[in-house]
């Protein structure tokens, strides 16, 4: 869950201020949405679940769809703390009760289909936690760290982008029954039925988007975490179309999660609402559930929902599980610094290289140019090192006669 991050509150908020990474598995599961905190730099997460679903459309005939949704989400820290890159997919098998024909005749159709891969990276790019005016921890108040502040209300932040890519025309803009809804036409010769394309343009193979995640920490319990995406829908070049306009098949998804942790903390409960908008499929979905840490480094989770349409009507229920791989380094604020300044003399090093250098071609191209100047150059160095000789063997001249003076001063 979003909210695991600590088995005691006192010992690690101080840890979850200063950095991304932290002890104990940060997990997306078992809601669907981004929390706005990568996992960590070196640290690799596998999250995933199955569910069985089921879809039921009440204006196709009551068809009917059965089946398992094997769901996977990996993520990777690298660079630095803030940055993380991760892949989304799923893989659908599923059984179809298909009524939607004129005869009344139904079909039952089996078929196992990879589902939309999604890559994205995800940048927190401001972080209200490392203010420790507005969430320091109150070592004088225990309830004093449990109330709500006005500071509470400003989230964590980050930009998620990427891109899906939807290899299977089987399912198309989200909607399961994209097949079944196709246009009906009889072939009376061979006396069966025969499926005509549908009117609207097929979804592209790649389909990019943009998106923002936000995630607020309320009385050390709660975390509300709220995101928006905007995908662009692509139309086939090649499919014609006289009516589309340039951006309906273009989604909009927005999902809100709210999680709370139990009085024993490896327990939290959480709820869901995802809504998502496009021309060809829309729908409000709601979800509950609860989660486990096993270890620092694993978790477990069961979530059901659905919702309340029924074009189509839709219910779910998921098992998960999270695993993290840890190959995280600490550094220390000595290491920092001395790496800091190694890299100040590195750079200081490369730029008198660089200074040197153009030293050298400057000089080079003067003599390959006007070696006449290079030589009235180098004799008036010459001559100005002469004047300087002469200079100080006046000085000195005089040096000795005044101590010649004295010499003879004290003879007498």
């Known amino acids: 869950m979003k909210l695991k991050l600590v088995y005691f509150l006192f010992i690690l908020s101080s840890l979850f201020t200063f950095s991304q990474y932290t002890e104990i598995i940060n997990s997306n599961r078992p809601g669907s949405s981004h929390g706005a905190f990568s996992v960590g730099v070196n640290v690799f997460q596998v999250e995933s679940g199955v569910s069985a679903q089921t879809l039921k459309h009440s204006n196709l005939n009551s068809s009917q769809i059965d089946g398992l949704n094997f769901n996977y989400l990996f993520r990777y820290g690298f660079l630095n703390e803030k940055l993380e890159v991760f892949l989304d997919g799923n893989i659908i098998t599923r059984n179809i009760l298909d009524k939607n024909y004129l005869n009344d005749y139904s079909t039952d159709i089996s078929e196992t289909i ?3 891969q999604t890559i994205g990276f995800k940048y927190l790019f401001f972080d209200p936690f490392k203010n420790m005016k507005w969430h320091g921890e109150n070592v004088y108040s225990w309830n004093a ?13 980050s930009a998620i ?18 097949k079944v809804k196709k246009p009906l036409h009889p072939d009376l ?4 039925i025969m499926r005509m394309k549908s009117f609207y343009n097929p979804e592209q193979t790649i389909s990019p988007f943009v998106g923002i995640a936000t995630q607020h920490h309320f009385k050390g319990r709660w975390v509300v975490v709220n995101n928006l995406f905007y995908e662009i829908g ?3 070049p090649t499919f014609p179309s006289l009516t589309s306009k340039p951006n309906e098949y273009n989604k909009i998804n927005y999902l809100f ?7 024993n903390p490896k327990w939290s409960i959480f709820g869901e609402f995802q809504t998502f908008k496009n021309k060809i499929y829309s729908d409000n979905l709601f979800k509950f559930g609860i989660a486990n840490l096993i270890s620092k480094n694993s978790q477990v989770d069961l979530n059901f929902g659905g919702s309340f349409k ?6 779910y229920i998921n098992v998960g599980f999270s695993q993290r791989f840890d190959w995280h380094q600490d550094i220390s604020k000595e290491e920092k610094q001395a790496k800091k300044d190694f890299n100040d003399q590195l750079k200081q090093r490369r730029k008198q290289q660089k200074i040197k250098k153009k030293s050298n071609k400057k000089s080079v191209k003067e003599i390959k140019t006007n070696p006449k100047k290079l030589a009235k150059k180098e004799k008036r160095k010459s001559k100005n090192s002469v004047n300087r000789s002469l200079k100080q063997n006046k000085k000195q001249l005089k040096k000795d006669q005044k101590a010649l003076k ?5 003879n007498d």
């Open 145 to 157: 760290n449990r109330k709500i502040k006005l500071t509470d209300f400003i989230p964590a932040i």
């Open 114 to 116: 990879i589902g939309k």
């Open 406 to 410: 004295k010499m003879n001063r004290k």
């Open 189 to 192: 010769l061979n006396d069966n």
């Open 310 to 315: 029924t074009t189509p009507s839709y219910t």
């Open 257 to 263: 999660t709210i999680t709370y942790n139990l009085p």
């Open 161 to 178: 982008v990427g891109s899906s890519f939807n290899f299977d025309k089987r399912i198309q803009f989200d909607d399961l029954f994209f």
């Open 234 to 236: 692509l139309k086939s």
